[in-house]
């Protein structure tokens, strides 16, 4: 449970961020960096090279359904895990990903991040305040795992 | 031995070549915050009892430029990262017992601390190349762990 100096942090890092700009940047590198995460995602289409992973509409379009998917965690500071619950079991009995892979994804996020907002507003603290909400969202999908 | 294309020492060239003197600190302040347990191995340093203590502390910033500089050589030694850093690896596990999924943390940390100060020219296929070299580096100072 985050503190409300957290919680804040987190919001106001959040309203800084655009969903649609964001979220492709995420997948895009995530199926870059980490080429083996590619495995999930054979519906995507050509994720051939970093050019055709980055040019990849169907990545972009999935990059967004996954960043407005994490906006709710943000909406829903309080209640995490029930908010996840449904794509938590989606993603373990359905699509049987890997749980390590979500701290992959959220790895590439906050370095998309980093990358947007500078070190003046992503601060230490402000990465402390976020990597604590991802762990709780990359847990809240770890619970289905099992 | 550890294959690197023209392209990733271009980069990791690059990315040093752009690093502040103050990034050891700075990747050291944000590893120390975000993931505190890793204070244990400097209790030598004095006060790191917030944030703030942390980031004014002047062992840490002093041990920030260490860091950056034992990064250094493995920027100066790519072919050879392996041997560059045995001695350090001896000293990192026979002296100072640091668990080595902590080399881990202080990477991510380094790779924010990159992402943050590159902006949008830290593209993926940069990223790939600068999350590789700290995963080399990585694996050569846990080399010597029995």
Redesign the interface.
Known sequence: VESQAERSAIVGLWEQLSVDEIGPQALARLLIVYPWTQRYFASLGDLSSPAAIMGNPKVATHGKVVMGALEKGVKNLDDIKSTYAALSEMHSDKFHVDPDNFKLLTESLTICVAMKLGPSVFTADAQDAWSKFLAVVVSAFCEQSR | MVAWTDAERKAIQDIWGKLKPAAGQ?AL??CL??YPWTQRYFSSFGSLSD?AA??SNKKVAAHGEVVLKGLGLAVKNMDNIKATYAPLSVLHSEKLHVDPDNFRLLG?CF???V??????A?T??I??AW?KFVAVVIAALAKQYH
């Not at chain 2, 992402?115 to 949008?120: D, K, M, N, P, Y």
């Open positions: 700075k302040i944000r915050i975000v944030a942390i980031k991510d790779t924010i601390v992402a943050a100060h590159l902006g949008r830290f993926a296929d990223q790939a999350q």
